[in-house]
């Protein structure tokens, strides 16, 4: 049964630490992205890649860091230097047709504590 | 500079009647447009899809409309169910070039009332 999977579904990161956040899927989708979710500011692209070895930066991508390195695999760092990392994070995949768009995971919570 | 708008954060609708949920666009590169549904602590998942070849496409209960002369789009939902509570994203897409990455609104809240 192909999906995206997200884990942990929640975490919680103390102030200086960096947490990275897993997102596989199993659709053989080539193009993964990492996007953003605050309250009242709708979805914010952080990183996207469209194929292994190479992503770019989205529009907010200040503070974070991602790796490519296998077609299923798309993991997020959140590094200290995000001042405000407190969100909801949701990681989604796309087999490049335009008619269904993307595919997303359940999302992780991340708080800073 | 937000290139698509959803004005309406939130919305009520009692259930048999039409739920019409609006998004504006700026971005006239962008050619073809989505809707999502999301409920709390999930991912958005795919409603319904329109090129900009299109003025309207159906699915069901569900219709989307595309004013491309206004940048305009509607999603209508009819009859509206309670299920169908949830908030609702409309995206656009400016082409398949690089990555087909689509740009998204804030989000209209549904209820569908009893």
């Known amino acids: 049964d192909g999906g995206i999977t997200q884990s942990p579904k929640y975490l919680f990161r103390k102030e200086g630490q960096n947490v990275t956040l897993s997102c596989e899927q199993n659709?053989?989708?080539?193009?993964m992205y990492w996007y953003r979710q605050d309250p009242g500011q709708g979805l914010r692209l952080i990183y996207y890649s469209q194929i292994v070895n190479d992503f770019q930066k989205g529009d907010i991508a200040e503070g974070y860091s991602v790796s490519r390195e296998k077609k299923e695999s798309f993991p997020l760092t959140v590094t200290s230097a995000q001042k405000n990392p407190t969100a909801f994070y949701l990681c989604a995949s796309e087999l490049r047709d335009r008619h269904y768009g993307y595919t997303f995971g359940s999302g992780t919570r991340l708080t800073v504590v | 500079d937000q290139q698509v708008k959803q004005n309406s954060p939130s919305l009520s609708v009692q259930e048999g009647r039409i739920s019409i949920l609006n998004c504006d666009y700026t971005?006239?590169?962008?050619?073809?447009f989505l809707w999502y549904k999301k409920y709390p602590a999930e991912g958005p998942t795919f409603l319904i899809s329109?090129?900009?070849?299109?003025d309207k496409n159906e699915d069901g209960r569900f219709t989307v409309f595309l004013n491309k002369s206004a940048k305009h789009l509607s999603l209508h939902i009819v009859p509206s169910q309670p299920g169908d509570s949830a908030v609702y994203f409309c995206a656009a897409s400016d082409g398949p070039g690089t990555a087909s990455k689509l740009t998204f609104g804030t989000g209209t809240r549904l209820q569908v009332t009893l």
């Open positions: 659709l053989n989708h080539d193009a």
């Open positions: 971005n006239s590169m962008f050619d073809y």
């Open positions: 329109i090129s900009s070849i299109k």
